[in-house]
Protein backbone atom coordinates (compact mmCIF):
# COMPACT_ATOMS: atom_id res chain seq x y z
CA UNK A 1 0.00 0.00 0.00
CA UNK A 2 1.20 3.67 -0.55
CA UNK A 3 1.99 6.09 1.49
CA UNK A 4 -0.25 8.55 2.49
CA UNK A 5 0.36 12.52 1.32
CA UNK A 6 -0.55 13.47 5.27
CA UNK A 7 -0.62 10.92 7.87
CA UNK A 8 -0.91 14.24 10.12
CA UNK A 9 -1.53 17.73 9.22
CA UNK A 10 -1.03 21.06 10.97
CA UNK A 11 -2.30 24.30 9.74
CA UNK A 12 -0.94 27.21 10.82
CA UNK A 13 -1.89 31.08 10.02
CA UNK A 14 -4.38 30.56 7.41
CA UNK A 15 -7.94 32.41 7.97
CA UNK A 16 -9.56 30.84 10.69
CA UNK A 17 -6.49 28.43 12.17
CA UNK A 18 -4.50 30.34 14.60
CA UNK A 19 -2.74 26.47 15.01
CA UNK A 20 -5.29 23.34 14.06
CA UNK A 21 -3.00 19.94 14.49
CA UNK A 22 -4.47 16.61 13.55
CA UNK A 23 -2.27 13.83 14.82
CA UNK A 24 -3.51 11.16 12.46
CA UNK A 25 -5.74 10.54 9.00
CA UNK A 26 -6.83 8.09 7.05
CA UNK A 27 -7.00 7.27 3.56
CA UNK A 28 -10.43 8.55 3.40
CA UNK A 29 -11.41 11.67 6.13
CA UNK A 30 -15.13 12.94 6.81
CA UNK A 31 -14.59 15.93 8.32
CA UNK A 32 -17.80 17.50 10.55
CA UNK A 33 -18.65 19.71 12.73
CA UNK A 34 -20.65 22.78 12.79
CA UNK A 35 -21.33 25.80 10.71
CA UNK A 36 -18.45 28.15 10.88
CA UNK A 37 -15.57 25.83 12.32
CA UNK A 38 -13.88 25.91 9.36
CA UNK A 39 -14.34 22.92 7.56
CA UNK A 40 -14.32 24.64 4.40
CA UNK A 41 -11.13 26.48 5.72
CA UNK A 42 -9.36 23.07 5.97
CA UNK A 43 -10.13 22.01 2.17
CA UNK A 44 -9.02 25.63 1.28
CA UNK A 45 -5.46 24.82 3.17
CA UNK A 46 -5.24 21.53 1.18
CA UNK A 47 -6.10 23.42 -1.92
CA UNK A 48 -3.22 25.64 -1.15
CA UNK A 49 -0.69 23.31 -0.57
CA UNK A 50 -1.68 21.26 -3.46
CA UNK A 51 -0.90 24.09 -5.35
CA UNK A 52 2.31 25.10 -3.43
CA UNK A 53 0.59 28.25 -2.85
CA UNK A 54 0.55 29.37 -6.49
CA UNK A 55 -0.48 33.00 -6.46
CA UNK A 56 -2.85 32.67 -9.15
CA UNK A 57 -4.71 30.21 -6.76
CA UNK A 58 -4.45 32.59 -4.49
CA UNK A 59 -6.56 35.13 -6.04
CA UNK A 60 -9.28 32.93 -7.31
CA UNK A 61 -9.35 31.77 -3.44
CA UNK A 62 -9.84 35.29 -2.98
CA UNK A 63 -12.54 36.46 -6.00
CA UNK A 64 -14.70 32.77 -4.30
CA UNK A 65 -14.82 34.89 -1.06
CA UNK A 66 -15.94 38.25 -2.71
CA UNK A 67 -12.88 39.81 -0.89
CA UNK A 68 -11.20 41.37 -4.40
CA UNK A 69 -13.01 44.53 -4.36
CA UNK A 70 -11.35 46.31 -7.36
CA UNK A 71 -13.50 46.58 -10.22
CA UNK A 72 -11.67 46.26 -13.26
CA UNK A 73 -9.05 44.57 -11.88
CA UNK A 74 -5.61 46.40 -13.13
CA UNK A 75 -2.79 44.52 -14.60
CA UNK A 76 0.74 44.02 -12.55
CA UNK A 77 2.45 47.37 -13.25
CA UNK A 78 0.36 49.47 -14.77
CA UNK A 79 -0.45 53.02 -13.79
CA UNK A 80 -3.80 51.45 -11.72
CA UNK A 81 -1.80 49.03 -9.33
CA UNK A 82 -1.66 49.97 -5.73
CA UNK A 83 0.17 47.69 -3.76
CA UNK A 84 -1.32 48.98 -0.85
CA UNK A 85 -4.73 48.17 -1.98
CA UNK A 86 -3.40 44.59 -2.78
CA UNK A 87 -1.99 44.36 0.37
CA UNK A 88 -5.22 45.15 2.37
CA UNK A 89 -7.01 42.23 0.13
CA UNK A 90 -4.02 39.41 0.80
CA UNK A 91 -4.44 39.94 4.57
CA UNK A 92 -7.94 37.93 4.22
CA UNK A 93 -5.67 35.04 3.68
CA UNK A 94 -3.51 35.15 7.12
CA UNK A 95 -5.01 34.50 10.33
CA UNK A 96 -6.82 37.64 12.34
CA UNK A 97 -6.09 39.91 8.62
CA UNK A 98 -3.32 41.66 10.51
CA UNK A 99 -1.94 44.60 9.11
CA UNK A 100 0.61 43.54 6.09
CA UNK A 101 3.80 45.10 7.52
CA UNK A 102 6.19 42.43 6.77
CA UNK A 103 6.34 41.54 10.30
CA UNK A 104 2.87 39.03 10.34
CA UNK A 105 3.54 35.72 10.74
CA UNK A 106 3.53 32.84 8.30
CA UNK A 107 0.59 30.37 6.97
CA UNK A 108 2.11 26.94 7.54
CA UNK A 109 0.64 23.84 6.02
CA UNK A 110 1.84 20.23 5.73
CA UNK A 111 2.49 16.76 7.64
CA UNK A 112 3.06 17.50 11.69
CA UNK A 113 6.14 15.22 11.96
CA UNK A 114 7.85 15.92 8.25
CA UNK A 115 9.59 19.54 8.11
CA UNK A 116 10.58 18.17 4.58
CA UNK A 117 7.10 18.49 3.22
CA UNK A 118 5.77 21.94 5.08
CA UNK A 119 4.89 24.75 2.73
CA UNK A 120 5.47 27.89 4.10
CA UNK A 121 3.92 31.19 2.86
CA UNK A 122 5.07 34.60 4.20
CA UNK A 123 5.35 37.88 3.33
CA UNK A 124 8.51 39.52 2.34
CA UNK A 125 9.60 43.19 1.47
CA UNK A 126 12.46 44.11 -1.07
CA UNK A 127 14.51 47.06 -1.97
CA UNK A 128 15.96 47.32 -5.19
CA UNK A 129 19.89 47.76 -5.53
CA UNK A 130 22.29 47.60 -8.76
CA UNK A 131 24.95 45.49 -8.86
CA UNK A 132 28.62 45.63 -10.12
CA UNK A 133 27.34 44.81 -13.67
CA UNK A 134 24.36 47.32 -13.86
CA UNK A 135 21.55 44.88 -13.10
CA UNK A 136 18.61 45.76 -10.89
CA UNK A 137 17.99 43.26 -8.14
CA UNK A 138 15.82 42.74 -5.02
CA UNK A 139 17.35 42.74 -1.57
CA UNK A 140 15.54 41.37 0.95
CA UNK A 141 14.79 43.15 3.97
CA UNK A 142 14.83 42.70 7.77
CA UNK A 143 11.42 44.33 9.60
CA UNK A 144 14.35 46.91 11.57
CA UNK A 145 15.39 48.07 8.19
CA UNK A 146 12.04 49.35 6.59
CA UNK A 147 12.26 52.82 8.32
CA UNK A 148 16.15 53.58 6.59
CA UNK A 149 14.72 52.87 3.01
CA UNK A 150 13.40 56.22 1.50
CA UNK A 151 12.67 54.36 -1.98
CA UNK A 152 8.95 52.31 -2.26
CA UNK A 153 9.39 48.99 -0.89
CA UNK A 154 8.37 46.02 -2.45
CA UNK A 155 6.18 43.29 -1.26
CA UNK A 156 6.50 39.94 -2.40
CA UNK A 157 4.81 36.40 -1.69
CA UNK A 158 7.79 34.13 -0.18
CA UNK A 159 6.93 30.14 -0.55
CA UNK A 160 9.06 28.05 1.08
CA UNK A 161 8.35 23.88 1.20
CA UNK A 162 10.84 22.28 3.14
CA UNK A 163 14.99 24.23 3.12
CA UNK A 164 15.53 23.14 -0.39
CA UNK A 165 12.99 24.31 -2.31
CA UNK A 166 11.74 28.27 -2.34
CA UNK A 167 9.97 30.42 -4.84
CA UNK A 168 9.17 34.33 -4.55
CA UNK A 169 6.15 35.71 -6.61
CA UNK A 170 4.99 39.06 -6.80
CA UNK A 171 1.47 39.32 -5.23
CA UNK A 172 -0.40 40.77 -8.15
CA UNK A 173 -1.56 38.44 -10.59
CA UNK A 174 0.42 39.70 -14.04
CA UNK A 175 -1.04 39.45 -17.55
CA UNK A 176 1.50 36.95 -18.62
CA UNK A 177 0.96 33.61 -16.60
CA UNK A 178 3.18 32.65 -13.65
CA UNK A 179 4.93 29.40 -14.03
CA UNK A 180 4.93 27.45 -10.61
CA UNK A 181 8.33 27.10 -9.74
CA UNK A 182 7.55 24.22 -7.40
CA UNK A 183 6.00 20.99 -8.98
CA UNK A 184 2.71 21.03 -7.61
CA UNK A 185 0.64 17.86 -6.61
CA UNK A 186 -2.72 16.81 -8.15
CA UNK A 187 -5.80 17.82 -6.45
CA UNK A 188 -9.29 17.85 -7.21
CA UNK A 189 -11.85 19.68 -5.95
CA UNK A 190 -15.06 18.74 -5.86
CA UNK A 191 -17.13 21.73 -4.53
CA UNK A 192 -20.93 21.66 -2.97
CA UNK A 193 -22.81 22.20 -6.32
CA UNK A 194 -20.39 20.08 -8.06
CA UNK A 195 -18.20 20.74 -11.16
CA UNK A 196 -19.37 22.97 -14.21
CA UNK A 197 -19.15 21.77 -17.86
CA UNK A 198 -15.84 22.81 -18.30
CA UNK A 199 -14.24 21.19 -15.40
CA UNK A 200 -16.40 17.89 -16.34
CA UNK A 201 -16.07 17.77 -19.90
CA UNK A 202 -12.24 18.06 -19.07
CA UNK A 203 -11.91 15.49 -16.41
CA UNK A 204 -13.81 13.30 -18.81
CA UNK A 205 -11.43 13.56 -21.81
CA UNK A 206 -8.89 12.49 -19.61
CA UNK A 207 -10.36 9.08 -18.66
CA UNK A 208 -12.10 8.41 -22.49
CA UNK A 209 -11.91 5.24 -23.62
CA UNK A 210 -9.89 3.68 -20.61
CA UNK A 211 -10.84 1.26 -17.61
CA UNK A 212 -11.51 4.51 -15.77
CA UNK A 213 -14.67 5.16 -17.87
CA UNK A 214 -15.82 2.10 -17.12
CA UNK A 215 -15.83 3.20 -13.54
CA UNK A 216 -17.63 6.12 -14.18
CA UNK A 217 -20.35 4.21 -15.32
CA UNK A 218 -20.75 1.70 -12.49
CA UNK A 219 -21.09 4.92 -10.02
CA UNK A 220 -24.02 5.81 -12.36
CA UNK A 221 -25.22 2.83 -11.97
CA UNK A 222 -25.41 3.31 -8.06
CA UNK A 223 -28.56 6.00 -8.87
CA UNK A 224 -29.88 4.15 -12.15
CA UNK A 225 -29.22 0.78 -12.22
CA UNK A 226 -30.53 0.58 -15.93
CA UNK A 227 -27.75 3.15 -17.68
CA UNK A 228 -26.35 1.57 -20.60
CA UNK A 229 -23.41 4.42 -21.43
CA UNK A 230 -21.99 8.20 -20.46
CA UNK A 231 -20.80 10.33 -22.52
CA UNK A 232 -19.78 13.86 -23.51
CA UNK A 233 -21.08 15.79 -26.26
CA UNK A 234 -20.84 19.05 -27.77
CA UNK A 235 -18.92 21.09 -30.69
CA UNK A 236 -14.93 22.15 -29.51
CA UNK A 237 -15.39 24.69 -32.54
CA UNK A 238 -18.37 26.77 -31.23
CA UNK A 239 -19.09 28.53 -27.50
CA UNK A 240 -21.44 26.40 -26.83
CA UNK A 241 -20.40 24.58 -23.80
CA UNK A 242 -20.00 20.70 -24.25
CA UNK A 243 -22.74 18.33 -21.66
CA UNK A 244 -22.88 14.93 -20.41
CA UNK A 245 -25.65 12.56 -22.00
CA UNK A 246 -26.75 9.64 -21.00
CA UNK A 247 -27.94 6.07 -22.67
CA UNK A 248 -31.08 4.12 -20.92
CA UNK A 249 -32.77 1.78 -22.18
CA UNK A 250 -36.24 3.35 -21.74
CA UNK A 251 -34.96 6.18 -24.38
CA UNK A 252 -34.10 5.56 -28.50
CA UNK A 253 -32.03 8.50 -27.82
CA UNK A 254 -29.07 9.63 -25.43
CA UNK A 255 -30.51 12.36 -22.90
CA UNK A 256 -28.57 15.00 -21.31
CA UNK A 257 -27.59 13.56 -17.68
CA UNK A 258 -28.91 16.77 -15.82
CA UNK A 259 -32.47 15.81 -16.90
CA UNK A 260 -32.78 12.87 -14.22
CA UNK A 261 -31.61 15.21 -11.64
CA UNK A 262 -29.40 16.56 -9.24
CA UNK A 263 -28.12 13.44 -7.82
CA UNK A 264 -27.02 11.92 -10.79
CA UNK A 265 -24.69 15.12 -11.84
CA UNK A 266 -23.52 15.14 -8.15
CA UNK A 267 -22.53 11.52 -8.82
CA UNK A 268 -20.90 12.00 -11.95
CA UNK A 269 -18.98 15.07 -10.06
CA UNK A 270 -17.36 12.97 -7.41
CA UNK A 271 -16.87 10.30 -9.62
CA UNK A 272 -15.15 11.99 -12.46
CA UNK A 273 -12.87 13.66 -9.47
CA UNK A 274 -12.08 10.32 -7.88
CA UNK A 275 -10.92 8.86 -11.24
CA UNK A 276 -8.53 11.91 -12.25
CA UNK A 277 -7.32 12.09 -8.43
CA UNK A 278 -4.52 9.12 -9.01
CA UNK A 279 -0.89 10.00 -6.83
CA UNK A 280 -3.18 12.87 -5.51
CA UNK A 281 -6.03 14.19 -3.46
CA UNK A 282 -9.99 14.30 -3.69
CA UNK A 283 -11.54 17.46 -1.91
CA UNK A 284 -14.93 17.07 -1.63
CA UNK A 285 -17.35 19.49 0.01
CA UNK A 286 -20.39 19.09 1.42
CA UNK A 287 -20.29 15.53 0.42
CA UNK A 288 -24.00 14.77 0.59
CA UNK A 289 -25.46 17.31 -1.28
CA UNK A 290 -28.33 15.72 -3.85
CA UNK A 291 -27.72 11.95 -2.24
CA UNK A 292 -30.02 9.66 -1.26
CA UNK A 293 -28.74 8.18 2.19
CA UNK A 294 -28.55 4.93 0.53
CA UNK A 295 -26.49 5.81 -2.36
CA UNK A 296 -24.25 7.38 -0.26
CA UNK A 297 -23.48 3.72 1.11
CA UNK A 298 -22.94 2.44 -2.29
CA UNK A 299 -20.62 5.70 -3.49
CA UNK A 300 -18.31 5.69 -0.32
CA UNK A 301 -17.88 1.95 -0.84
CA UNK A 302 -16.48 3.19 -4.34
CA UNK A 303 -13.89 5.83 -2.60
CA UNK A 304 -12.47 3.60 -0.53
CA UNK A 305 -11.43 1.23 -3.28
CA UNK A 306 -10.86 3.55 -5.91
CA UNK A 307 -8.84 5.47 -3.44
CA UNK A 308 -6.64 2.42 -2.57
CA UNK A 309 -6.28 1.08 -6.08
CA UNK A 310 -5.21 4.58 -7.45
CA UNK A 311 -3.45 6.05 -4.10
CA UNK A 312 -5.75 8.77 -3.63
CA UNK A 313 -5.77 10.48 -0.46
CA UNK A 314 -9.81 11.74 0.58
CA UNK A 315 -11.15 14.55 2.81
CA UNK A 316 -15.09 15.21 2.33
CA UNK A 317 -16.66 17.61 4.51
CA UNK A 318 -20.60 17.01 5.69
CA UNK A 319 -23.35 18.13 8.57
CA UNK A 320 -25.16 15.27 7.88
CA UNK A 321 -25.79 12.20 10.05
CA UNK A 322 -26.47 10.25 7.37
CA UNK A 323 -23.04 10.65 5.57
CA UNK A 324 -21.66 10.07 8.99
CA UNK A 325 -23.72 6.70 9.27
CA UNK A 326 -22.59 5.83 5.92
CA UNK A 327 -19.38 6.30 6.23
CA UNK A 328 -19.26 4.11 8.91
CA UNK A 329 -20.45 1.27 7.13
CA UNK A 330 -18.23 1.71 4.50
CA UNK A 331 -15.44 2.20 6.43
CA UNK A 332 -16.20 -1.00 8.52
CA UNK A 333 -16.31 -2.83 5.46
CA UNK A 334 -12.65 -1.80 4.33
CA UNK A 335 -10.37 -3.87 6.15
CA UNK A 336 -7.65 -2.31 4.17
CA UNK A 337 -7.88 1.15 4.40
CA UNK A 338 -8.57 3.24 7.47
CA UNK A 339 -11.42 5.73 7.99
CA UNK A 340 -11.43 8.75 10.05
CA UNK A 341 -13.82 11.03 11.20
CA UNK A 342 -12.41 14.63 12.17
CA UNK A 343 -14.61 16.89 14.12
CA UNK A 344 -13.81 20.40 14.38
CA UNK A 345 -14.83 22.80 17.12
CA UNK A 346 -14.18 25.83 18.78
CA UNK A 347 -12.53 25.87 22.32
CA UNK A 348 -11.94 29.31 23.53
CA UNK A 349 -12.35 30.56 19.89
CA UNK A 350 -9.66 28.52 18.78
CA UNK A 351 -10.35 25.33 15.83
CA UNK A 352 -9.43 22.22 17.29
CA UNK A 353 -9.87 18.89 16.02
CA UNK A 354 -11.07 15.67 17.47
CA UNK A 355 -10.24 12.58 15.89
CA UNK A 356 -12.37 9.01 15.63
CA UNK A 357 -11.11 5.68 13.67
CA UNK A 358 -13.62 2.74 12.76
CA UNK A 359 -14.21 1.37 16.02
CA UNK A 360 -14.79 4.88 17.36
CA UNK A 361 -17.20 5.53 14.54
CA UNK A 362 -18.96 2.02 15.48
CA UNK A 363 -20.35 3.34 18.94
CA UNK A 364 -21.01 6.79 17.44
CA UNK A 365 -23.26 5.42 15.35
CA UNK A 366 -24.55 2.53 17.35
CA UNK A 367 -25.25 4.80 20.64
CA UNK A 368 -26.25 7.39 17.85
CA UNK A 369 -23.26 10.36 19.62
CA UNK A 370 -24.26 13.90 18.24
CA UNK A 371 -20.55 15.13 16.61
CA UNK A 372 -22.10 17.17 13.68
Known amino acids: MSSLLFNSLEIRGYRAFRDLRIEKLGRVNLIVGQNNVGKSCLLEALQIYAHRAHPTFLWQLLEAHDEDSRSPKPAFGSVDYDANQVLSIIQNLFYGRPEMTGSV???EIGPTDSPAEKLRVSLGFYASSVNEKGLTTLQLLSPDEYDS????????FSVQLGESRKAIYHLEVTSKPLKPEIQPI??????????????????WDKIALTDLQKEVLQALRILAPGVDDVGIIGDFGTKRERFPIIKVPSMSKPI???SLGEGMLRMLAVVLGL??????????????HGLHY????????????LARQLNIQVFATSHSW??????????????????MLIRLELKKGEASATLSDKQDL??????????R
Do not use: M, Y
Open 275 to 288: VNAEDGLLLIDEFE
Open 186 to 203: NCIFVGSHGLDKGNISAL
Open 256 to 258: PIR
Open 322 to 339: DCITSFQQAAQESEQEEG
Open 362 to 371: AVITREQIEV
Open 294 to 305: ATQVELWQLIFR
Open 105 to 107: SPI
Open 149 to 156: IEEPLHPR
